[in-house]
């Protein structure tokens, strides 16, 4: 990558860590709703992966979304204003912090029902297939969502009709509260994959740069040889599993030692000793993201809510 481009993935990191700070702040104060999902601590896997993609590439994720849709080309404006339910949000208010989705920018949504995205991955694919391109689909998802039936079903069919998918599991060690050697016969999500006669492949998701090049040769792999991949990729949340979690599951002590791996400082430490930037410019990358925070937040908090009309709004595609 280019000094351009390594900086613009520190400033994505930066602003996916605000974002999500500023949007725990406002869920507190009572001006979001419903269930929220931070992916403080998970920066390095959406950035790295998706920097790894072609644009015409899909992406699809679960309902920790809020930075896979920052990534994607998302404004922050927009994501802000989503999560305040403002009519200027990136699903017009009415999808919140689990529906972010930009069709035009190849972003296919945040979903909230655990795994139901995994079979709509595989029609993507589908489509592609029939279409006769070599579009690569990148399916994101939770470690939890391994252990139900739309991951087998999905996996199956998606080595049985050769389909390009690439399989992302973020395995951040627990689904809800249920850590990940409790609920799985395997340890390493990407064994299932063996199953199915599937290629697979693991990678430390704290550092931006490593998620990358395992992201870039999986999605070269699966558009090369026209079969799908699963690559796990491990990391760690460091808030809860949603706002309202109590976190009596994990101790503070093994919090604390998975925050040591902090992928924002992992990556300032790598872009310092690599004489990529200096210290001041990072400091002003930092300084441009809380300007643009703010900014976003003042621009959702004075923007509509969407019209009563709305309800009715984009329930049937017109022919």
């Known amino acids: 990558m280019k000094k351009e481009q390594l900086l613009d993935l520190y400033h994505q990191m930066v602003l996916i860590r605000r974002v999500e700070e500023r949007g725990a702040e406002l869920y507190q104060a009572g001006k979001i709703g419903g269930f929220m999902h931070l992916y403080i601590g998970q920066e390095a896997v959406s950035t790295g992966l998706i920097a790894a993609r072609e644009p015409r590439d899909r992406v699809i994720t679960a309902y920790r979304d809020h930075g896979v849709a920052l990534n994607c080309g998302l404004s922050a404006d927009s994501v802000m204003a989503e999560l305040l339910g403002k009519a200027t949000g990136t699903s017009k208010g009415k999808g919140g912090s689990m529906h972010m989705a930009d069709t035009e920018k190849n972003m296919w949504g945040g979903h909230a029902i655990v795994g139901g995205h995994l ?7 589908v489509g592609d297939q029939y279409a006769k391109n070599d579009n690569v689909t990148i399916c994101m998802f939770g ?3 391994t252990n139900i039936g739309y991951f087998h079903e999905a996996l199956n069919l998606a080595k049985t009709w050769g389909l390009r998918v690439l399989w992302v599991c973020e395995n951040n060690q627990y689904g809800m509260g249920t850590a990940v050697k409790r609920a ?15 290629k ?3 990678v430390d998701g704290m550092d931006v740069m490593k998620v990358y090049e395992a992201s870039k040769a999986a999605i070269d792999y699966v558009r090369r040889e026209g079969q799908p991949y699963l690559l796990e990729i491990n990391t760690y949340r460091f808030r809860g599993h949603s706002m309202g979690d109590p976190e009596r599951y994990r101790k503070s002590e093994e919090v604390k030692k998975w925050q040591e791996s ?13 004489k ?10 930092e300084a441009r993201v809380e300007e643009e925070v703010a900014k976003a937040v003042e621009f959702a908090e004075t923007s509509p809510e969407p019209a009563l009309s709305e309800l009715f709004a984009d329930i049937y595609a017109d022919n």
């Open 276 to 285: 990529i930037a200096t210290r001041k410019a990072l400091d002003e990358i």
């Open 262 to 274: 902090d992928p924002i400082g992992i990556f300032n430490k790598y872009l310092l000793e690599k």
């Open 119 to 125: 079979p709509i991955a595989a029609g993507f694919a």
């Open 143 to 145: 470690d939890g969502a």
């Open 184 to 198: 799985s016969a395997v340890d390493e999500i990407r064994q299932k994959a063996e199953g199915y006669g599937m």
């Open 200 to 202: 697979n492949a693991e």
